[in-house]
């Protein structure tokens, strides 16, 4: 079974502050996501990677980076956590393909004070 | 703005109903719909998913219907149950964009 850790399930920190989100999969996925989900808008793509050292920009990737330095880990790094970006953050795998699931983690609830 | 476009937001059937939601999308580059099931304090996980190349994909009390030329696909849950109660997710390639989801109950 794939298996998509992500660090914290809940996370509190202060506006301002540099938070760092960790995800490691351990299925030897090419593809890795970050999303964040809000109500009523669904799961916005943050950012993604095919591969190491590798990244491309979603949607919304404002406020955002992203550190892939080994294939089984992604990480997503706000650089200066505003109250804006209180969410819900879910980080997801996938194989090579067009046509390949994701696979999800449980996702990490932050809130910035 | 919504690559994706999902409805309805919330939806209530009566156990032993039909669940339908629907979704539309605009970008014809997209050429793999999945859906995905997600319950409260655990990530989406893949429900069912179809290519565009069929109108249709079944598995079990789950069906994918697809018209290519209308750009529109829907989720259709027979005969559904309580524990289906979870919020759906429809989604497109070719980076996977997700609707906004809808909130499905399933009353006893």
């Known amino acids: 079974d794939v298996k998509v850790t992500q660090s914290s399930r809940y996370l509190v920190k202060r506006t301002g502050e540099k938070v760092f989100l960790e995800c490691v999969q351990d299925m030897d996925h090419e593809n890795m996501f970050w999303y964040r989900q809000d109500p009523g808008l669904g799961l916005r793509l943050i950012y993604f990677s095919y591969d190491v050292k590798m990244k491309e920009k979603g949607d919304i990737p404002e406020g955002y980076s992203v550190s892939r330095e080994k294939k089984e880990r992604f990480s997503l790094i706000l650089e200066s956590a505003s109250t804006n970006q209180t969410s819900m953050y879910l980080c997801a795998s996938g194989a090579q393909g067009r046509d390949q699931p994701q696979h999800f983690g449980d996702g990490t609830r932050l809130s910035i004070l | 703005q919504q690559q994706v476009k999902q409805s309805p937001q919330s939806l209530i059937v009566q156990k032993g109903g039909i669940s339908i939601i629907n979704c539309a999308y605009e970008n014809t580059a997209f050429d793999y719909f999945p859906w995905y099931q997600q319950f409260p304090g655990k990530g989406p996980a893949l429900l069912i998913a179809?290519?565009?190349?069929?109108s249709e994909k079944k598995e079990g009390r789950f069906t994918i219907s697809f018209n290519k030329s209308a750009k529109q696909f829907s989720l259709h849950i027979m005969d559904s149950q309580p524990g289906d109660s979870a919020t759906y997710f429809c989604?497109?390639?070719?980076?996977?964009?997700f609707g906004a989801g809808t909130r499905l109950t399933v009353k006893p």
């Open positions: 179809i290519r565009p190349d069929v």
């Open positions: 989604a497109a390639s070719t980076d996977m964009r």
